[in-house]
């Protein structure tokens, strides 16, 4: 799985904690923040619930660190504890009906070094995700951002690989529908 | 469209999946807020070899086994079924085991006469003497 570069460094790090070196956390946290704070902020399309989740989940994994079975798995493990938080952000959100259109702080950024077309196309896709199942986003983020197998997103997810290929079909499907409907294709 | 069985992206959702895989660049101070966070937690403390085989144990594994294997495998366990229902089925019954040779003396100076009865076996009159 690409989330499991470095396995053994990891391997390392986790058992140094386990071993009482509670620094040796920070390390880890190195490691995955970026990629977890990509996830997170495409999930969930709103940078301040994506970092509470992103640290949610660090502090998450760190509590359950003796029941990571496999050190050398800890990417994939850290990676679904992620996947889990950000569901219960959308699911917390959903029930606020609060709709958050585009990150805006990424798009100042964007803005600063971008082109206005450029920026434009980014706030297209954030509205596309946005109109998404969760499901199905949750399914295309993991599959075409992430690039993992059906088999490490079933162990992430815990569905099927046959269900998490439809969702894969459905959502390309669907994103193609949103972004012609901005008139860019 | 899907180009293949592995489904890569060849259209606009391909152009949408390379723009999402761009950087996400967090809050610098999110590191220190996690590690603040975890320094408040207890620190783990190695569980001593007894954890440590715990966690042996505990630990799931995969292994790689040839579809001869598992026939001789499943051969293996159906013989050691076999065997054990047919040394089940001669085995000694129930008790035999117990059974232990006892010797009655029957002490009686004052006694005119003797007459000796199998109570189990009534069909017996009397037992040699």
Redesign the interface.
Known sequence: MGIGQGMSQDAELVRRVLAGDAAAYGGLVAHYRDRLARYAVRMLGDRSDAEEAVQDAFVRAYRSLPRCDDPQRFGPWLFGILVNRCRTSYARRARRERVVLHDEPASLVAAVSSTAERLEWEAEIAWALERLDPLYREAFLLRHVEDLSYDEMATLTGAGVSALKMRVLRACERMRVLLKETNRV | M?ERDD?T?T????R??A?????????PA??A???A???A?P?????GSLGRAW?WL???RTFALSPLAGLAAAAGVAAIVFVAARSASTAVPIGAADRTAVEFLLVAPRAASEDVFDPIRADVDALQR
């Open positions: 899907f489904d992206l259209d606009v959702t391909a949408a999946a723009s999402l895989k761009a950087a996400v660049r967090l809050d999110l590191d807020r996690v590690m966070q975890i320094s937690l620190t783990h403390r190695p569980g966690s505990r630990r799931p």
